[in-house]
């Protein structure tokens, strides 16, 4: 009978041990931002519009984050998490790097106000 009981026992610690460590993988997972400041250089530089009534939107980096500033807008990019190499401008509008074959950055694109818009990265 005790063995039983200790076979028992020594099975729920185990399951219980196994659910943590399972819980702590995924918390690290999803703790793992998209977008670290070291990538910035990727994204930093002048982009090119047409038709808009600004000629250049330039990325830069401000208080450890990406900054955009066109015209009469600027502001913080934020991260979106999931989404790879795309940052919310204040709730206004969305960013998207886009990249090329070779995996660099050659143009930006913005969605605003059901608009989409495209520079390139001069």
Do not use: H, W
């Not at 200790?6 to 703790?31: E, N, P």
């Not at 002048?46 to 600027?74: A, I, R």
């Amino acid at each position: 009978m005790k063995t039983i009981l200790f076979s028992l026992l020594s099975i729920c610690m185990f399951v219980l041990k196994a659910a943590a460590q399972d819980s702590t993988a995924t918390q690290l997972t999803d703790s793992i931002p998209a977008f670290s400041i070291a990538d910035s250089s990727t994204f930093t530089g002048k982009y090119k519009y047409e038709g808009l009534p600004f000629e250049y939107m330039v990325v830069s980096v401000k208080d450890s984050s990406l900054y955009y500033s066109g015209g009469e807008y600027s502001g913080p990019l934020a991260p979106i998490a999931g989404k790879k190499d795309s940052f919310d401008a204040s709730g206004q509008a969305l960013f998207t790097f886009l990249r090329d074959a070779g995996n660099k950055v050659t143009d930006l694109q913005i969605d605003y106000q059901g608009q989409t818009f495209t520079g390139r990265k001069e």
